[in-house]
């Protein structure tokens, strides 16, 4: 549904203060979802709800799982620089699963998947790893749940070098 938007006018002390009020009204299957927005930003409504408030909440939801998913917000040490390669290196971490989740998720059930999530699913599994001159061995349980979704990883990996 589209954003509907109207022009307020405030007189405060002889000046005029002009302001939108970006309005969007939704019905979902948890009842009426009522959103709005005042700002004094001359861009008609629907640009700026799609363009600005809802790319500045993605990008809060991004900072969050970074937080929550690769432990980011552990700076316990008393040494600023200790500290600053602990996010340093959670923030690499972040990129690389950015890339493991665009690159070899697409497709999965886990395209859309939380950095937490593909942790939980694809990196916190036990595997018996055997290596040789020429080849690694990854040896899964046979009982791990995601058993498909790993070979299906491999095989693009190997596709594409």
Do not use: W
């Not at 959103?35 to 629907?46: A, M, P, S, W, Y």
């Amino acid at each position: 549904m589209s954003p509907s938007y109207e022009l307020l006018a405030v007189f405060e002390g002889g000046r005029i203060f002009t302001f939108r009020f970006v309005n969007l009204q939704e019905f979902n299957s948890f009842g009426p979802n009522n959103r709005f927005i005042v700002t004094n930003l001359e861009d008609d409504g629907h640009f700026f709800y799609e363009k600005v408030y809802c790319t500045r909440g993605k990008m809060e939801n991004r900072i969050k799982e970074q937080q929550l998913g690769l432990f980011a917000d552990r700076t316990s040490c008393h040494d600023f620089a200790a500290n600053q390669v602990r996010l340093l290196l959670a923030s690499l971490a972040y990129i690389l699963m950015e890339r493991f989740r665009t690159l070899l998720l697409n497709g999965t059930k886990l395209a859309q998947a939380t950095c937490g999530r593909i942790r939980l699913f694809l990196v916190k599994i036990g595997a018996a790893i055997r290596r040789n001159t020429r080849k690694i061995y990854v040896a899964l349980s046979s009982a791990c749940p995601n058993q498909e979704l790993l070979r299906l990883i491999v095989a693009k990996i190997i596709a594409m070098e």
